[in-house]
């Protein structure tokens, strides 16, 4: 049982590129989420999925899209990387219901934009 | 505006010193209240849920208390291992149960 598995780990991109950042879960969870965390500020929400086929934005999305075409994957895409896209990305799995439940994180990409 | 603030930035422990950090938060409907470990280069670890005011949570040297306004997370005679980054986090509203993170408090024991 991997849990919340992300690749690459680290990545450097010129203005301008695009890129895929993945990530993968074994848990059978729902809600998938993709968060970045900057220096001196908390986690914050980029984008979520409450389900395979469903996506909406969260506090941050401009700049991101997602998709989630299985219960598993949850790739965040970069259109055209800039310099404030520079950051730490996690994502994180969790099961669905009513109640208040533990969100599970990966390792993160630590992603450079030159 | 739902918010979470931590407080302090940064703590420094003598192994063996006791102390808490605090969260306080302004949440609507608030669901659930998070405690996170982070360490450097790593992604959050899971410590602690808390539902209601008036509950605790214990873990080893740590233990989380929960009132309507803030959150505390004691901890009790920590050793250098206990240095990490802490973070809170509160679930609120209806439906998707994303989180609201606050800064985190940087701990750092030292021998």
């Known amino acids: 049982n991997a849990g919340v598995t992300q690749t690459p780990k680290f990545q450097v991109l010129k203005t301008g590129q695009s890129m895929t950042l993945q990530c993968a879960q074994d848990?059978?969870?729902?809600?998938m989420s993709w968060y970045r965390q900057d220096p001196g500020m908390g986690l914050r929400l980029i984008h979520y999925?409450?389900?395979?086929?469903?996506?909406d934005q969260g506090e941050v999305p401009n700049g991101y899209n997602v998709s989630r075409s299985t219960t598993e994957d949850f790739p965040l895409r970069l259109l055209s990387a800039a310099p404030s896209q520079t950051s730490v990305y996690f994502c994180?799995?969790?099961?669905?219901?009513?109640?208040?439940?533990?969100?599970?994180f990966g390792p993160g990409t630590r992603l450079t934009v030159t | 505006e739902d918010q979470v603030t931590q407080s302090p930035e940064a703590l420094r422990l003598q192994e063996g010193e006791s102390s808490s950090l605090n969260c306080s938060y302004t949440?609507?409907?608030?669901?659930?209240l998070f405690w996170y470990r982070q360490d450097p280069g790593k992604g959050p670890e899971f410590l602690f849920t808390l539902y209601s005011a008036g509950e605790e949570k214990e873990k080893e040297r740590l233990k989380a208390t929960l009132t309507k306004k803030e959150s505390f997370l004691h901890i009790t005679a920590p050793k250098p291992e206990d240095s990490a980054t802490y973070l809170c986090?509160?679930?609120?509203?209806?439906?998707?149960?994303?989180?609201?993170f606050g800064a985190g408090t940087r701990l750092a024991v030292h021998p």
């Open positions: 848990m059978n969870h729902e809600y």
């Open positions: 994180a799995s969790t099961g669905a219901g009513t109640g208040a439940y533990e969100q599970y």
């Open positions: 949440v609507s409907g608030l669901r659930g």
């Open positions: 999925s409450v389900g395979a086929g469903i996506t």
């Open positions: 986090a509160v679930q609120a509203g209806r439906g998707y149960n994303k989180l609201i």
